[in-house]
């Protein structure tokens, strides 16, 4: 017997008479976090992006931008990534792939570690802010210091010439 032969009665025969309305464009239909999904993850990135450039007036300038965009996409999809594995768990339960963990839960793992790297470089976790911040202040310093030794060149330049 062939392989997609009919088996007899009620086997490979036509329909029963039901059919199923075709997908429309733009539906959910096979979505199971969205994580990979551009209209889940850009909205939601959009909204991460905004809310730190509120909070971190220094996110605003267009060096970060690149940056912050990659993070907030990440952590868009950190978030698909967990509301789906606390509905289904982190690991197989049933059939062939029982105790086996799920792919999600290693693209959650993957994208948690590239948004804390992100993270670090954007000044966002406490030890980088505070680096951060002891660099900013550092540099405000040096800048105090070279216009202090202008202001006094400036003064000896004016003393010479009276």
Do not use: C
Not at 73 to 93: C, H, P, S, T
Not at 96 to 122: C, F, T
């Amino acid at each position: 017997m062939l392989p997609f032969e009919s088996k007899g009665p009620g086997h490979g025969g036509p329909a029963r008479g039901y059919t199923w309305e075709p997908f429309q464009p733009g539906h959910f239909k096979a979505l199971k976090h969205g994580a990979h999904s551009p209209r889940i993850i850009v909205p939601m990135a959009a909204e991460i992006a905004n809310d730190l450039m509120q909070r971190h007036e220094r996110l605003r300038d267009p060096l970060y931008r690149e940056q912050l965009l990659e993070y907030s996409k990440l952590m868009a999809q950190v978030n698909r990534f967990e509301v789906y594995l606390d509905k289904v768990g982190e690991i197989f339960e049933t059939g062939e792939k029982a105790g086996q963990v799920r792919p999600a839960a290693e693209y959650l793992l993957k994208a948690r570690k590239q948004a804390s790297n992100i993270a670090d470089r954007l000044g966002l976790t406490p030890l980088a802010n505070a680096r951060l911040g002891k660099d900013t202040a550092s540099a405000q310093a040096d800048l105090v210091a070279v216009y202090a030794q202008m202001l006094a060149e400036q003064k000896d330049d004016n003393d010479d010439s009276a």
